[in-house]
Structure formats: C-alpha cells, structure tokens
C-alpha cells in the first residue's frame, strides 16, 4: 500500500495565492515515487496542484496546457490555472469524470471508451500544419533518440533479460533505423487508461484524458505503444474501435514502427519495473517481447 504524500507548505500556499483558501487537500498521485498530484478543495470548487517530475516535464506540460489543451473540447483536458517554474509546479482545473481504470466495464463498454479515446487523440494530434519546421525536427530527433538509447536499457536489463529477449530488441531497435519518414503530430506520450476519465454526469464529456508531462512532438504511433503493450492484446475489438474513433488504418509503415516502439518500451519496461518492484509493467514488458519475438527469428 502507497504511503499518502505529503503537499508542502511553499506548494499550498502558492495554490491559495491563486484560487484563495484551500480547506482540504487529498492526494491523488500514481502509485510511483516522482508522482505528486494533490486534489485541492478551495470555495470555487476542485483544483489540481502538481509537482513536475523534472523541469523537462514541467515544460513539456506547460507548453501543451498552454498550446493544446484549450483547442479541445471544454472539459475534456485539463487548463492551466498557474505555473511556478521555480517549484515546477502547475495548477490545475479539474476535468470531471472517474478514472477509467476504476471501473469495471463491459466489453461493449470498453469498445465505446476505446473509440472516444481514438477520437480524442485524434484531435490532440491536430495535424501536420500545427507543428512548426522545429517541432517536426524534433519529432525526428525522437525516433534516433529512441533507436540510440536500447544499449542503455539493455545494459540496465542485461541480467533481467534472455539472450533471445536481448536480441529481439536489438533486432526492432535496427528496425527502426530502417524506416522512412512517419505521420508527425503533437503527441501525449502517456496514453493509457490510467490517464483516461469516463464522463458520468448530466452535462460532462463523456471521454477527459490527464498527465500531459510526456507531451511532445513526435511519430503519432508513438502514442499508440502503452496500448499496443497494455489494452490491446487478446483484444482486436479494442484496437479496431480506437483507430475507428482516430478515424484511420495504420500503414504497413506505422504497423512495423509500432512493432519496434513496442520493443523497446518493452526493454525500458523490464529495466525500470524489476529494481523498482513493479511487477506489472515487468510482466507487461516480457509479454510484449514475447509476442515479438517470433518476428526477430
């Protein structure tokens, strides 16, 4: 059991110098050390206050508050109230909804939430004139990076890992280096159901989705890995409610870049989750080898 984390006092106050008192303050954080989220009660209502894991994270946030999120539909992401680079601290509206992964949905059910999140991301992902001549460099300069930095997981993961585990990476990690040029957008980098709220009120959205710290210009199939590794297998009715919701067929391109994405998320999966206990994502990340592996022989 996670031990309920603590909001400092520099953190409140700040919060209350913008949204006046605050009269209860709950956390509300993942279940991971370098989450801190805190759910503030104040007389206007709920408020988020929270702590960026790094200022790359605070920053990404922060542009993709300021530059994404209110293009969306009202209610369906979160808006930025404040930002205090000093503490790398944001402060935020609440989006109305209960966490999906709370639920427990029927598979009809699931198959609607799948394609109203196809079709939200659809939107977040805008299109390709949104993204500036840097914004498309650097969704290019993902993809090296991405390419460039198995040696570092598999370094990590070298006693965790199989040999035939180790050289399906490598093999999707050389893959990759092989492709062309891929559909680009302005992606979450967090699209999973843990950051996804199922609206359940008179007058909400039916579909928020939160955790916008890994926001950033990349490939648009990038977006789809943690579902490809989590949702999806064994669940094509899943899969093929999401792309109808975002509205299009993966090309063979993005089939095979979601297969190496897929990889090497796999190997960071394995390298982060033994030393930090996280049995699911180790297991989620050997499942996903194991499904690829046949692929690499």
């Given amino acids: 059991m996670s031990v309920a984390k603590p909001i400092s006092p ?12 605050v009269h209860s303050v709950r956390d509300v954080s993942h279940d991971r050390p370098n989450s801190r989220v805190w759910e503030l009660t104040c007389d206007t209502g709920l408020a988020f206050a929270k702590l960026a ?8 946030e922060t542009r993709a508050l300021r530059e994404v999120a209110p293009g969306l539909e009202p209610g369906t992401a979160p808006l930025l109230l404040a930002a205090d680079p000093h503490q790398q601290a ?17 598979p009809a059910d699931q198959r609607t939430l799948h394609r109203q999140a196809g079709s939200w991301l659809r939107r977040f992902h ?25 040696e570092k997981h598999l370094e990590r993961a070298k006693d965790l890992m199989s040999h035939e585990e180790g050289r399906t990476v490598r093999w999707h990690a050389a893959d990759l280096g ?39 210009p990349h490939v648009v199939v990038a977006d789809f890995v943690p579902l490809a590794c989590g949702s999806w297998p064994g669940r094509p009715d899943l899969e093929e409610a999401f792309l109808d919701g975002y509205g299009c067929v993966l090309t063979a391109e ?17 390298s982060w989750g033994v030393p930090n206990g996280d049995r699911e994502i180790v297991e989620r990340g050997r499942a996903t080898l194991a499904r690829l592996e046949v692929q690499a022989a």
Wanted: net charge neutral.
């Fill in 254 to 270: 993005e089939e095979r870049a979601l297969r190496c994405l897929s990889a090497l998320d796999a190997a960071s999966a394995i």
């Fill in 53 to 60: 894991p790094s200022p790359k994270f605070f920053g990404r």
């Fill in 90 to 106: 944001l402060l935020l509206s609440p989006v109305p909804g209960r966490p999906a992964k709370s639920l427990t949905l029927e």
């Fill in 178 to 216: 092989r492709l062309g040029p891929l559909p680009s957008g302005y992606i979450h980098g967090d699209f999973q159901e843990r950051n996804w709220l199922v609206g359940t009120g008179p007058g909400t959205s039916p579909f928020g989705a939160v955790d916008l710290e890994r926001a950033r």
């Fill in 10 to 21: 520099a953190l409140r106050e700040w919060a209350q110098s913008i949204v006046g008192p």
């Fill in 126 to 150: 805008g299109g390709p004139g949104d993204l500036s001549a840097q914004d498309r460099r650097d969704a290019a300069a993902e993809m090296s990076r991405a390419a460039a930095g198995v």
